[in-house]
């Protein structure tokens, strides 16, 4: 192998999780695009999420070309709800194996997964087996996604002796109305804390989806974007942060841009077109610089990010399924302040109006949904008493014409 593949593992690295079953359609400059983008804010790499399609394989070819050109990093997050073969996955791995843009924990490989707990531990002492039996060595970090009680942790890593380290999937509250505590990610950072491989820990904003099915559901995530991610710099400080998602646009937790070659099928294009959420990028960067460093960065440019759904959580709609947890969504706009100096913070809508005195640093907001109808929010930035920065949102909060159930929300933001 390459020593110049070589990571040191005292050193934070922030990954996206990227799911390759959107690339059918991408050339190489989709790749490039996607990676410069990301790159940009300071993640290091996409985790692939790859199900057993032949043409995922293909389109990792042209991520790994765009990779190399970029000095970006790539693993495999392979999707265990799929049928795999050991055969299969080592093969998989062994294609890009001394590629430069492979990440490498320890001077070896590391592979992840969604799910795979069920294949039980022979297939996964298989798996590594089969590798190794062509020369490459792996760190197995699976992110088993039944492990999600604290209590479990201990018998995590009797049960399966082959990983190495631990992905916890789960950066959303579990079917409650209550922010999303660390106890999973302690118990399970201690439980593999022994062992050669990372702690991988999920941060997400989001997570709703909507397919018309009883699987329907939305996780309480108002301020999940921020706080998730105070949770790794400050509690946590795992190996690696995962982000949850780059691209998974039916699960509305995606931070990469709507890619319009991306074929979306009937009924996500219902709540994801037109529900752009960019902005989020920037709580990012200023959060994994956070992580990277150890110390809140800098903050050179005065901005707030906002976002809103465009329906309140009782609204009835004509089509679509009312997600389950629909009730704890509070109907309101939110917006996180990251500024320089103090100012004045305006959250508008209807008849409500909220100002919050915010900075320097981070401060959050929010104000609630007015009772008349077809309303959009008003976002102001004020110093000494002047507007120094202001938008309305591009989506209106309506009371009444829903024709399908969303819970994804609209991202925007200012700056001075």
Not at 17 to 32: I, K, L, V
Not at 145 to 168: C, E, H, K, M, Q
Not at 193 to 215: E, H, T
Not at 350 to 370: D, L, R
Request: with cysteine.
């Amino acid at each position: 192998m390459n020593v110049s593949q070589t990571c040191v593992t005292n050193a934070q690295h922030v990954f996206a999780h990227f799911m390759a079953q959107n690339s059918y359609s991408y050339a190489e400059s989709d790749w490039t695009n996607e990676m410069t983008t990301a790159q940009n804010i300071g993640i290091d790499g996409f985790a692939l999420n790859i199900a057993a399609n032949d043409y995922e394989v293909d389109r990792i070819v042209d991520a790994y070309a765009a990779a190399e050109s970029l000095g970006f990093k790539l693993f495999y997050s392979f999707d265990m709800s799929d049928t795999w073969k050991q055969s299969d996955m080592a093969n998989i791995v062994a294609n890009h194996s001394s590629s430069p843009s492979t990440f490498l924990w320890n001077n070896t490989i590391l592979v992840s997964t969604y799910s795979g707990e069920s294949y039980g531990e022979d297939f996964w002492a298989g798996f590594k087996s089969a590798l190794q039996s062509q020369g490459i060595h792996i760190t197995l970090a699976p992110a088993f996604t039944t492990y999600r009680d604290p209590s479990s942790a201990a018998s995590l890593v009797s049960t399966f002796p082959s990983i190495d380290g631990f992905f916890n999937w789960w950066s959303w509250p579990a079917d409650v109305g209550a922010n999303l505590t660390t106890a999973t990610d302690l118990a399970y950072q201690a439980a593999v804390s022994s062992l050669s491989g990372p702690y991988i820990m999920s941060v997400s904003p989001w997570q709703f989806k909507n397919f018309g099915g009883a699987s329907d559901w939305v996780q309480y995530s108002d301020t999940l974007w921020n706080y998730r991610w105070q949770q790794a710099v400050n509690d946590v400080k795992p190996d690696i942060v995962e982000i949850i998602s780059w691209n998974d646009y039916a699960e509305s937790h995606y931070i990469g841009d709507i890619n319009p070659k991306v074929y979306l099928g009937t009924q996500a294009p219902l709540y994801v077109d037109g529900f752009i959420h960019a902005a989020w990028r920037d709580v990012a960067q200023y959060y994994i610089s956070w992580f990277k460093t150890g110390s809140a960065p800098t903050i050179t440019k005065d901005e707030v990010v906002f976002w809103y759904r465009a329906w309140p959580k009782a609204i009835k709609c004509s089509t679509g399924t009312l997600p389950r947890n629909a009730a704890y969504p509070e109907d309101a706009v939110f917006a996180l302040a990251m500024l320089k100096d103090t100012a004045t913070i305006t959250l508008a809508i209807g008849s409500n109006t909220v100002n919050f005195t915010a900075g320097p640093g981070v401060t959050m907001g929010s104000v609630p949904f007015p009772s008349e109808d077809s309303q959009v929010p008003y976002i102001a930035l004020s110093k000494d008493g002047a507007t120094v920065a202001d938008t309305h949102g591009s989506m209106y909060v309506n009371h009444s014409g829903c024709t399908y159930y969303n819970f994804n929300p609209f991202v925007g933001s200012i700056t001075e």
